[in-house]
C-alpha cells in the first residue's frame, strides 16, 4: 500500500501563481522526500527534509513537514511553465530500511 | 557520468514471451531498485538490492525475477510475460541509507507492451 498520499491528484494554476501540494504518511519517518517526474521522464530528486526539521527551502520550492500530524507540503513560489510536472512524496520509513514509499502524485498544469 | 541508463527504451512481448531489462549506473552507488509505473499512479516497488550479491523484494515481487552479479548493474528478468505487466519500468540507484544520502537517482524508463 502507498505510505504516502498527495493531495489534490491535479492541480492547475496561472504561471505567476504559487502551487501547493500536500503529503500524508502513516507510519514514522526518518526523512521525507520530494521528487518530480517530466512526462515520459525519469523522476527526479527535488528536496530532502529530516524528521526533525520542519522547514527547508531550496530556491522557489518550499517544504514543511508536520511530524504530529504525518504530513508535509511542497510549496512553489511563482509558478512557471516549465514546472508543469507530476509531483511525488517518497518516504523513508523508520520501520522499513532500504527503501522509499512513493505517493501517487500530484499533476501539476501551469498555464502560460 | 551517464547516471542511470536502461536498456532497452520499449520493448513489445507476446504473452508467454520472457526478456530482460538492463539497467546500469555509475555512480557505483550500493543500492539498486527497479519499479513499475502504471497510468495515473505513483511507483510500486518490485525488487530492490542493497549490495552485489544480494536482492529483496518489494511490494509487487509476482512475475519478476532480479539479480545483482556485478555492482553497477542490476538486471529484471520477466520469465514469461502477462498483459498485466505492461507498465513503465523505471530504475533507480542511491547511496547506502542512514549517512544522510538517501536520495534515489532514476532511470529515463522502459516501456513495456505485452500483448
Known amino acids: 500500500s502507498q505510505q504516502g498520499e498527495e493531495d489534490p491528484q491535479a492541480l492547475s494554476i496561472q504561471e505567476g501563481e504559487n502551487a501547493t501540494m500536500n503529503c500524508s504518511y502513516k507510519t514514522s519517518i526518518n526523512n521525507l522526500q520530494w521528487y518530480r517526474q517530466n512526462s515520459g521522464r525519469g523522476l527526479v530528486h527535488l528536496i530532502l527534509i529530516r524528521s526533525n526539521e520542519r522547514e527547508k527551502h531550496s530556491g522557489r520550492l518550499r517544504v514543511t513537514l508536520d511530524t504530529s500530524k504525518k504530513s508535509s507540503s511542497l510549496l512553489i513560489t511563482a509558478s512557471r511553465a516549465a514546472d508543469t510536472a507530476s509531483y511525488f512524496c517518497a518516504t523513508d520509513q523508520v520501520d522499513s530500511s532500504y527503501k522509499l514509499i512513493f505517493g501517487s502524485g500530484t499533476r501539476l498544469l501551469v498555464r502560460p | ?115
Open chain 2, 1 to 115: 557520468n551517464a547516471g542511470v541508463t536502461q536498456t532497452p527504451k520499449f520493448r513489445v512481448l507476446k504473452t508467454g514471451q520472457s526478456m530482460t531489462l538492463l539497467c546500469a549506473q555509475d555512480m557505483n552507488h550500493e543500492y539498486m531498485y527497479w519499479y513499475r509505473q502504471d497510468p495515473g499512479m505513483g511507483l510500486r516497488l518490485i525488487h530492490y538490492s542493497v549490495g552485489e550479491g544480494t536482492t529483496a523484494k518489494g511490494e509487487v515481487p509476482d512475475g519478476y525475477n532480479v539479480s545483482r552479479l556485478k555492482k553497477q548493474n542490476f538486471l529484471l528478468g520477466l520469465e514469461s510475460a502477462a498483459p498485466s505487466q505492461t507498465s513503465v519500468y523505471f530504475c533507480a540507484s542511491s547511496p547506502p541509507f542512514g549517512r544522510g544520502l538517501e536520495t534515489q537517482y532514476f532511470g529515463p524508463g522502459t516501456r513495456l507492451l505485452v500483448l
